[in-house]
Protein backbone atom coordinates (compact mmCIF):
# COMPACT_ATOMS: atom_id res chain seq x y z
CA UNK A 1 0.00 0.00 0.00
CA UNK A 2 2.46 2.72 0.72
CA UNK A 3 4.46 1.72 -2.47
CA UNK A 4 1.46 2.78 -4.49
CA UNK A 5 1.22 6.06 -2.52
CA UNK A 6 4.56 6.80 -3.64
CA UNK A 7 3.98 5.72 -7.05
CA UNK A 8 1.21 7.91 -7.02
CA UNK A 9 3.16 11.10 -5.67
CA UNK A 10 5.62 10.04 -8.51
CA UNK A 11 3.46 10.01 -11.00
CA UNK A 12 1.87 13.51 -10.41
CA UNK A 13 5.21 15.27 -9.80
CA UNK A 14 5.83 13.76 -13.45
CA UNK A 15 2.69 15.52 -14.74
CA UNK A 16 3.26 18.74 -12.56
CA UNK A 17 6.73 18.83 -14.32
CA UNK A 18 5.55 18.11 -17.65
CA UNK A 19 2.75 20.37 -17.17
CA UNK A 20 5.28 23.24 -16.36
CA UNK A 21 7.72 22.44 -19.08
CA UNK A 22 4.09 22.76 -22.09
CA UNK A 23 3.65 26.10 -19.76
CA UNK A 24 6.47 27.62 -20.16
CA UNK A 25 6.47 27.07 -24.01
CA UNK A 26 3.82 29.02 -23.52
CA UNK A 27 4.33 31.67 -21.38
CA UNK A 28 7.56 32.61 -23.84
CA UNK A 29 5.44 32.36 -27.24
CA UNK A 30 3.00 34.74 -25.08
CA UNK A 31 5.38 37.15 -23.92
CA UNK A 32 7.31 37.57 -27.12
CA UNK A 33 4.27 38.38 -28.94
CA UNK A 34 3.43 35.39 -30.57
CA UNK A 35 -0.17 34.65 -28.53
CA UNK A 36 -2.77 37.32 -28.02
CA UNK A 37 -6.45 37.23 -26.53
CA UNK A 38 -9.18 37.78 -29.22
CA UNK A 39 -10.42 41.19 -29.05
CA UNK A 40 -13.92 42.38 -27.62
CA UNK A 41 -15.83 45.40 -27.19
CA UNK A 42 -14.80 45.76 -23.60
CA UNK A 43 -11.16 44.67 -24.24
CA UNK A 44 -8.86 47.42 -23.00
CA UNK A 45 -6.27 47.11 -25.56
CA UNK A 46 -8.98 47.87 -28.23
CA UNK A 47 -10.25 50.74 -26.53
CA UNK A 48 -7.07 52.17 -25.76
CA UNK A 49 -6.03 51.57 -29.80
CA UNK A 50 -9.13 53.44 -30.67
CA UNK A 51 -8.58 56.50 -28.20
CA UNK A 52 -5.19 56.47 -29.42
CA UNK A 53 -6.52 57.07 -32.88
CA UNK A 54 -8.60 59.74 -31.91
CA UNK A 55 -5.94 61.39 -29.58
CA UNK A 56 -4.07 61.81 -32.61
CA UNK A 57 -7.00 63.04 -34.75
CA UNK A 58 -7.36 65.47 -32.30
CA UNK A 59 -3.45 66.36 -31.96
CA UNK A 60 -3.30 66.90 -35.70
CA UNK A 61 -6.64 69.21 -35.40
CA UNK A 62 -4.18 71.36 -33.04
CA UNK A 63 -1.40 71.67 -35.16
CA UNK A 64 -3.64 72.74 -38.04
CA UNK A 65 -5.12 75.71 -35.65
CA UNK A 66 -1.92 76.48 -34.39
CA UNK A 67 -0.80 76.94 -38.08
CA UNK A 68 -4.02 78.91 -38.95
CA UNK A 69 -3.41 81.44 -35.81
CA UNK A 70 0.42 81.79 -37.15
CA UNK A 71 -0.88 83.01 -40.77
CA UNK A 72 -3.54 84.97 -38.50
CA UNK A 73 -1.02 86.85 -36.56
CA UNK A 74 1.10 87.29 -39.73
CA UNK A 75 -1.76 89.04 -41.33
CA UNK A 76 -1.94 91.24 -38.32
CA UNK A 77 1.30 92.26 -38.26
CA UNK A 78 1.25 93.24 -41.71
CA UNK A 79 -2.02 95.41 -40.81
CA UNK A 80 -0.94 96.95 -38.31
CA UNK A 81 2.48 97.93 -40.38
CA UNK A 82 -0.06 99.21 -42.98
CA UNK A 83 -1.91 101.36 -40.88
CA UNK A 84 0.88 102.64 -39.16
CA UNK A 85 2.48 103.33 -42.45
CA UNK A 86 -0.82 105.19 -43.66
CA UNK A 87 -0.99 107.38 -40.44
CA UNK A 88 2.48 108.64 -41.02
CA UNK A 89 2.44 109.38 -44.28
CA UNK A 90 2.50 112.60 -46.03
CA UNK A 91 -1.29 114.00 -46.24
CA UNK A 92 -2.83 110.92 -44.90
CA UNK A 93 -5.98 110.57 -45.69
CA UNK A 94 -7.93 110.76 -42.58
CA UNK A 95 -11.32 108.48 -44.05
CA UNK A 96 -8.90 106.39 -45.02
CA UNK A 97 -7.02 106.18 -41.71
CA UNK A 98 -10.28 105.57 -39.69
CA UNK A 99 -11.07 102.76 -41.71
CA UNK A 100 -7.95 101.44 -41.36
CA UNK A 101 -7.46 102.05 -37.31
CA UNK A 102 -10.94 100.44 -37.59
CA UNK A 103 -10.11 96.98 -39.55
CA UNK A 104 -7.16 96.70 -36.85
CA UNK A 105 -9.22 97.06 -33.97
CA UNK A 106 -11.28 94.30 -35.17
CA UNK A 107 -8.58 92.49 -35.86
CA UNK A 108 -6.78 92.68 -32.27
CA UNK A 109 -9.49 91.78 -30.67
CA UNK A 110 -10.22 88.77 -32.40
CA UNK A 111 -6.37 88.34 -31.71
CA UNK A 112 -7.62 88.74 -28.16
CA UNK A 113 -10.10 85.91 -28.48
CA UNK A 114 -7.87 83.57 -30.17
CA UNK A 115 -5.74 84.19 -27.11
CA UNK A 116 -8.54 83.55 -24.78
CA UNK A 117 -9.11 80.09 -26.36
CA UNK A 118 -5.86 78.95 -26.88
CA UNK A 119 -5.46 79.60 -22.87
CA UNK A 120 -8.49 77.37 -22.39
CA UNK A 121 -6.94 74.99 -24.56
CA UNK A 122 -3.80 74.59 -22.83
CA UNK A 123 -5.71 74.23 -19.26
CA UNK A 124 -8.02 71.43 -21.23
CA UNK A 125 -4.29 69.49 -22.79
CA UNK A 126 -2.80 69.79 -19.09
CA UNK A 127 -6.35 67.81 -18.21
CA UNK A 128 -6.05 65.43 -21.13
CA UNK A 129 -2.34 64.87 -20.62
CA UNK A 130 -3.28 64.07 -16.36
CA UNK A 131 -5.98 61.94 -17.47
CA UNK A 132 -3.53 59.93 -19.69
CA UNK A 133 -1.20 59.58 -16.62
CA UNK A 134 -3.53 58.91 -14.34
CA UNK A 135 -4.19 55.82 -16.71
CA UNK A 136 -0.67 55.25 -17.51
CA UNK A 137 -0.17 54.70 -13.35
CA UNK A 138 -3.45 52.66 -12.58
CA UNK A 139 -2.33 49.96 -15.79
CA UNK A 140 1.28 49.77 -14.68
CA UNK A 141 -0.56 48.82 -10.88
CA UNK A 142 -2.25 46.37 -12.71
CA UNK A 143 0.19 44.99 -15.36
CA UNK A 144 2.36 44.41 -11.85
CA UNK A 145 -0.56 42.55 -9.69
CA UNK A 146 -0.74 39.90 -12.39
CA UNK A 147 2.72 39.73 -13.06
CA UNK A 148 3.36 39.18 -9.66
CA UNK A 149 0.48 36.61 -9.91
CA UNK A 150 1.43 34.65 -12.76
CA UNK A 151 5.29 34.54 -10.97
CA UNK A 152 3.69 32.59 -8.26
CA UNK A 153 1.99 30.17 -10.12
CA UNK A 154 4.85 29.34 -11.99
CA UNK A 155 6.94 28.90 -8.72
CA UNK A 156 4.06 26.42 -7.44
CA UNK A 157 3.95 24.61 -10.77
CA UNK A 158 8.10 23.28 -10.27
CA UNK A 159 7.70 23.26 -6.78
CA UNK A 160 7.49 19.01 -7.52
CA UNK A 161 10.03 16.24 -6.49
CA UNK A 162 12.54 14.82 -8.81
CA UNK A 163 11.07 11.59 -9.75
CA UNK A 164 11.89 10.87 -13.37
CA UNK A 165 8.68 10.40 -15.77
CA UNK A 166 9.84 7.02 -17.22
CA UNK A 167 10.15 5.82 -13.54
CA UNK A 168 6.44 6.90 -12.92
CA UNK A 169 4.97 5.62 -15.72
CA UNK A 170 6.26 2.04 -15.58
CA UNK A 171 5.59 1.67 -12.18
CA UNK A 172 2.00 3.29 -12.96
CA UNK A 173 -1.30 0.42 -12.41
CA UNK A 174 -2.69 1.91 -15.65
CA UNK A 175 -1.11 4.53 -18.10
CA UNK A 176 -4.64 5.91 -17.84
CA UNK A 177 -4.19 7.21 -14.80
CA UNK A 178 -0.91 9.14 -15.72
CA UNK A 179 -3.05 10.69 -18.83
CA UNK A 180 -5.59 12.17 -16.55
CA UNK A 181 -3.49 13.44 -14.02
CA UNK A 182 -1.37 15.16 -17.02
CA UNK A 183 -4.90 16.00 -18.33
CA UNK A 184 -5.89 17.60 -15.21
CA UNK A 185 -2.75 19.91 -14.73
CA UNK A 186 -2.94 20.69 -18.26
CA UNK A 187 -6.27 22.37 -17.13
CA UNK A 188 -4.22 24.20 -14.60
CA UNK A 189 -1.73 25.37 -17.03
CA UNK A 190 -4.23 27.21 -19.38
CA UNK A 191 -5.62 29.12 -16.86
CA UNK A 192 -1.78 30.13 -16.58
CA UNK A 193 -0.93 30.65 -20.23
CA UNK A 194 -4.59 33.02 -20.41
CA UNK A 195 -3.19 35.28 -17.16
CA UNK A 196 0.69 35.31 -19.33
CA UNK A 197 -1.72 36.38 -22.56
CA UNK A 198 -3.20 39.10 -20.23
CA UNK A 199 -0.41 39.86 -19.00
CA UNK A 200 0.93 40.98 -22.51
CA UNK A 201 -2.00 42.55 -23.52
CA UNK A 202 -1.76 44.83 -20.34
CA UNK A 203 1.80 45.40 -21.72
CA UNK A 204 0.61 46.92 -25.34
CA UNK A 205 -2.07 48.78 -23.51
CA UNK A 206 -0.13 50.39 -21.15
CA UNK A 207 2.72 50.99 -24.03
CA UNK A 208 0.06 52.95 -26.23
CA UNK A 209 -0.95 54.61 -22.85
CA UNK A 210 2.12 56.16 -22.12
CA UNK A 211 2.31 56.88 -25.68
CA UNK A 212 -0.42 58.98 -25.63
CA UNK A 213 0.37 60.38 -22.48
CA UNK A 214 3.95 61.77 -24.02
CA UNK A 215 2.12 63.02 -27.45
CA UNK A 216 -0.31 64.50 -25.04
CA UNK A 217 2.24 66.29 -23.09
CA UNK A 218 4.71 67.21 -26.40
CA UNK A 219 1.30 68.75 -27.48
CA UNK A 220 0.45 70.99 -24.59
CA UNK A 221 4.06 72.31 -24.47
CA UNK A 222 3.95 73.48 -28.23
CA UNK A 223 0.17 74.73 -27.26
CA UNK A 224 1.82 76.39 -24.09
CA UNK A 225 4.30 78.03 -26.37
CA UNK A 226 2.50 78.97 -28.67
CA UNK A 227 -0.06 80.74 -26.02
CA UNK A 228 2.85 82.59 -24.88
CA UNK A 229 3.82 84.02 -28.15
CA UNK A 230 1.04 85.02 -29.01
CA UNK A 231 0.35 87.05 -25.67
CA UNK A 232 3.53 88.80 -26.06
CA UNK A 233 2.17 89.87 -29.97
CA UNK A 234 -0.87 91.11 -28.48
CA UNK A 235 0.41 92.63 -25.85
CA UNK A 236 2.69 94.64 -28.19
CA UNK A 237 -0.08 94.69 -30.86
CA UNK A 238 -2.53 97.04 -28.11
CA UNK A 239 0.15 99.38 -27.57
CA UNK A 240 0.90 99.82 -31.47
CA UNK A 241 -3.30 100.32 -32.04
CA UNK A 242 -3.45 102.41 -28.90
CA UNK A 243 -0.46 104.48 -30.52
CA UNK A 244 -2.56 104.38 -33.84
CA UNK A 245 -5.47 105.80 -32.62
CA UNK A 246 -3.56 108.71 -30.67
CA UNK A 247 -2.26 109.53 -34.45
CA UNK A 248 -5.78 109.65 -36.16
CA UNK A 249 -7.23 111.47 -33.07
CA UNK A 250 -4.58 114.23 -33.57
CA UNK A 251 -5.37 114.23 -37.17
CA UNK A 252 -8.60 114.35 -36.90
CA UNK A 253 -8.33 117.38 -34.57
CA UNK A 254 -6.17 119.17 -37.31
CA UNK A 255 -8.83 118.66 -40.19
CA UNK A 256 -11.40 119.84 -37.79
CA UNK A 257 -9.67 122.96 -36.94
CA UNK A 258 -8.75 123.96 -40.31
CA UNK A 259 -12.31 123.18 -41.37
CA UNK A 260 -13.46 124.94 -38.50
CA UNK A 261 -11.54 128.37 -39.75
CA UNK A 262 -12.39 127.87 -43.06
CA UNK A 263 -16.14 127.53 -42.06
CA UNK A 264 -15.44 130.93 -40.27
CA UNK A 265 -14.25 132.71 -43.35
CA UNK A 266 -17.15 131.20 -45.50
CA UNK A 267 -19.73 132.63 -42.80
CA UNK A 268 -18.22 135.83 -42.87
CA UNK A 269 -19.21 136.20 -46.85
CA UNK A 270 -22.63 135.61 -45.93
CA UNK A 271 -23.99 134.42 -49.16
CA UNK A 272 -27.73 133.49 -49.94
CA UNK A 273 -28.40 130.33 -51.59
CA UNK A 274 -28.78 131.99 -54.39
CA UNK A 275 -25.77 133.81 -54.16
CA UNK A 276 -23.51 130.58 -53.09
CA UNK A 277 -24.93 128.71 -56.44
CA UNK A 278 -24.62 131.51 -58.68
CA UNK A 279 -21.07 131.84 -57.54
CA UNK A 280 -20.21 128.45 -57.90
CA UNK A 281 -21.82 128.45 -61.25
CA UNK A 282 -19.08 131.31 -62.42
CA UNK A 283 -16.41 129.08 -60.97
CA UNK A 284 -17.19 126.15 -63.18
CA UNK A 285 -17.84 128.33 -66.05
CA UNK A 286 -14.13 129.59 -65.50
CA UNK A 287 -12.64 126.45 -64.88
CA UNK A 288 -13.95 124.89 -68.31
CA UNK A 289 -13.18 128.02 -70.34
CA UNK A 290 -9.55 127.44 -68.08
CA UNK A 291 -9.62 124.31 -69.14
CA UNK A 292 -9.98 124.35 -72.90
CA UNK A 293 -7.68 127.01 -73.32
CA UNK A 294 -5.18 124.79 -71.74
CA UNK A 295 -6.07 122.05 -74.62
CA UNK A 296 -5.54 124.87 -77.14
CA UNK A 297 -2.14 125.54 -75.81
CA UNK A 298 -0.99 121.96 -75.20
CA UNK A 299 -2.28 121.03 -79.15
CA UNK A 300 0.38 123.83 -80.20
CA UNK A 301 3.04 122.44 -77.67
CA UNK A 302 2.27 119.20 -79.19
CA UNK A 303 3.12 120.26 -82.88
CA UNK A 304 6.52 121.80 -81.90
CA UNK A 305 7.33 118.37 -79.99
CA UNK A 306 7.77 119.81 -76.74
CA UNK A 307 5.31 117.84 -74.50
CA UNK A 308 5.68 113.90 -74.97
CA UNK A 309 2.57 111.86 -76.07
CA UNK A 310 3.31 109.83 -72.55
CA UNK A 311 4.28 109.87 -68.91
CA UNK A 312 6.29 107.52 -67.49
CA UNK A 313 6.32 107.68 -63.84
CA UNK A 314 4.28 108.48 -60.80
CA UNK A 315 3.39 111.82 -59.13
CA UNK A 316 4.36 113.20 -55.73
CA UNK A 317 2.87 115.54 -53.44
CA UNK A 318 3.22 119.00 -54.35
CA UNK A 319 2.79 120.07 -50.40
CA UNK A 320 2.83 118.49 -47.23
CA UNK A 321 -0.14 119.76 -44.75
CA UNK A 322 -3.52 118.64 -43.01
CA UNK A 323 -5.82 117.17 -45.79
CA UNK A 324 -9.19 119.29 -45.13
CA UNK A 325 -10.94 117.80 -48.29
CA UNK A 326 -10.30 114.54 -50.47
CA UNK A 327 -11.14 114.24 -54.09
CA UNK A 328 -15.33 113.16 -54.49
CA UNK A 329 -18.33 113.28 -52.92
CA UNK A 330 -17.76 116.29 -49.78
CA UNK A 331 -20.03 117.66 -46.81
CA UNK A 332 -18.10 120.85 -47.25
CA UNK A 333 -21.53 123.34 -48.95
CA UNK A 334 -19.72 125.71 -51.01
CA UNK A 335 -18.77 123.00 -53.72
CA UNK A 336 -20.89 122.74 -56.60
CA UNK A 337 -23.06 119.35 -57.33
CA UNK A 338 -22.00 116.90 -59.76
CA UNK A 339 -23.57 113.39 -60.60
CA UNK A 340 -25.62 112.32 -57.51
CA UNK A 341 -23.40 114.24 -55.57
CA UNK A 342 -24.68 117.44 -53.90
CA UNK A 343 -21.42 118.58 -53.34
CA UNK A 344 -18.13 117.43 -55.10
CA UNK A 345 -14.70 117.97 -54.76
CA UNK A 346 -12.35 117.52 -58.09
CA UNK A 347 -8.99 117.80 -56.37
CA UNK A 348 -7.25 117.50 -52.83
CA UNK A 349 -6.89 120.46 -50.16
CA UNK A 350 -4.14 120.97 -48.66
CA UNK A 351 -3.74 123.38 -45.82
CA UNK A 352 -0.66 124.62 -45.33
CA UNK A 353 1.06 128.27 -43.60
CA UNK A 354 1.18 130.81 -46.16
CA UNK A 355 4.29 131.21 -48.09
CA UNK A 356 4.92 127.41 -48.00
CA UNK A 357 7.23 126.32 -51.71
CA UNK A 358 4.83 123.95 -53.83
CA UNK A 359 6.42 121.68 -56.13
CA UNK A 360 6.20 119.85 -59.35
CA UNK A 361 5.01 116.76 -59.03
CA UNK A 362 6.55 115.36 -61.69
CA UNK A 363 8.53 116.16 -64.91
CA UNK A 364 6.78 118.10 -67.76
CA UNK A 365 6.07 121.52 -69.30
CA UNK A 366 4.25 124.58 -68.09
CA UNK A 367 1.90 125.47 -69.80
CA UNK A 368 -0.23 128.50 -67.32
CA UNK A 369 1.40 130.10 -64.96
CA UNK A 370 -0.53 133.80 -63.32
CA UNK A 371 -4.26 134.92 -62.72
CA UNK A 372 -6.98 132.45 -64.56
CA UNK A 373 -8.85 135.09 -66.77
CA UNK A 374 -11.77 133.34 -66.81
CA UNK A 375 -12.48 134.17 -63.10
CA UNK A 376 -14.58 136.57 -61.61
CA UNK A 377 -13.43 138.50 -58.72
CA UNK A 378 -10.99 137.59 -56.15
CA UNK A 379 -9.39 135.87 -59.23
CA UNK A 380 -7.13 132.62 -58.73
CA UNK A 381 -3.12 132.22 -59.44
CA UNK A 382 -3.13 128.87 -60.80
CA UNK A 383 0.06 127.14 -62.78
CA UNK A 384 -0.58 124.28 -65.11
CA UNK A 385 1.86 121.73 -65.56
CA UNK A 386 1.54 119.39 -68.86
CA UNK A 387 3.47 115.94 -68.07
CA UNK A 388 1.98 114.69 -71.34
CA UNK A 389 -0.35 115.31 -73.74
CA UNK A 390 -3.22 113.61 -71.74
CA UNK A 391 -1.60 114.27 -68.13
CA UNK A 392 -1.85 117.32 -66.71
CA UNK A 393 -1.66 118.83 -62.67
CA UNK A 394 -3.22 122.02 -61.40
CA UNK A 395 -2.23 123.84 -58.73
CA UNK A 396 -4.40 126.82 -57.18
CA UNK A 397 -5.15 129.87 -55.24
CA UNK A 398 -1.13 130.25 -55.02
CA UNK A 399 0.43 133.59 -54.12
CA UNK A 400 0.92 135.91 -56.78
CA UNK A 401 4.28 136.32 -58.42
CA UNK A 402 4.78 132.39 -59.22
CA UNK A 403 7.98 130.46 -59.45
CA UNK A 404 7.70 129.78 -63.05
CA UNK A 405 6.34 131.34 -66.42
CA UNK A 406 4.32 129.37 -69.44
CA UNK A 407 6.61 127.10 -71.34
CA UNK A 408 9.20 126.88 -69.22
CA UNK A 409 10.35 123.00 -68.71
CA UNK A 410 10.51 121.69 -64.66
CA UNK A 411 11.86 119.00 -62.74
CA UNK A 412 9.61 116.64 -60.77
CA UNK A 413 10.02 118.41 -56.90
CA UNK A 414 10.95 121.75 -58.57
CA UNK A 415 9.80 124.88 -56.51
CA UNK A 416 6.95 126.52 -59.21
CA UNK A 417 4.78 128.67 -56.34
CA UNK A 418 3.85 129.03 -52.77
CA UNK A 419 0.57 128.65 -51.23
CA UNK A 420 -1.99 131.53 -50.76
CA UNK A 421 -5.14 132.69 -50.80
CA UNK A 422 -6.24 134.31 -54.26
CA UNK A 423 -9.80 133.50 -55.38
CA UNK A 424 -12.87 132.32 -53.37
CA UNK A 425 -11.09 130.66 -50.46
CA UNK A 426 -11.67 130.10 -46.68
CA UNK A 427 -8.28 130.06 -45.65
CA UNK A 428 -4.27 129.13 -46.76
CA UNK A 429 -4.11 126.00 -48.65
CA UNK A 430 -3.62 124.44 -52.12
CA UNK A 431 -6.24 123.11 -54.28
CA UNK A 432 -4.58 120.03 -56.60
CA UNK A 433 -5.91 118.78 -59.09
CA UNK A 434 -4.83 115.88 -61.93
CA UNK A 435 -6.65 116.15 -65.13
CA UNK A 436 -6.50 112.88 -67.82
CA UNK A 437 -7.56 112.91 -70.96
CA UNK A 438 -10.01 115.89 -70.32
CA UNK A 439 -11.52 114.38 -67.00
CA UNK A 440 -10.09 115.88 -63.13
CA UNK A 441 -9.21 112.42 -61.36
CA UNK A 442 -8.46 111.37 -57.65
CA UNK A 443 -4.55 112.47 -57.21
CA UNK A 444 -4.33 109.54 -55.32
CA UNK A 445 -4.41 107.10 -57.34
CA UNK A 446 -0.86 108.49 -59.48
CA UNK A 447 1.42 108.74 -56.43
Known amino acids: MPKMTSTRTGRRSVARRLTGLLLVGAVLG ?20 AKQKSLHAKIEAQKKQIAALRTQQAGLQSDIAETAKALDSVNADLAAAKKRVAKTTTLVNQARTRLNTLTAQVKEWDATVTSLEDDVAQQDRLLSIRKSLLATRLRAAYMTDRTSLLETVLSAQSFTDVISDVSSYM ?43 EKLAVVAQLADLKDARDKLRKLDAKVKAQLAVQQRN ?9 QLKTAMNREIAAENALKAKIRDLINAQQLGGNIPSAYNGTLMW ?34 APIGSPVRASGD ?37 GVAVHAGQRVSQGQVIGYVGM ?12 VDLNDIFSNPRLFL
Not at 388 to 396: D, F, G, M, N, V
Request: glycine share 8%; aromatic share 8%; proline share 6%.
Open 266 to 274: FSRVRQTAS
Open 364 to 400: GVVVFAGYNPYDPYPKAVIVIIAHSTALQTWYAHLEP
Open 30 to 49: TLLGSAAAPTSASDPLAAAI
Open 422 to 433: TGRTSGPHLHWM
Open 318 to 351: PLGGVITQEYGCTGVAWEPPLGNCSHYHNGIDIA
Open 187 to 229: DFSAQDQALASQIERDRQTLEISRQMAEDARATTEELRVEAKT
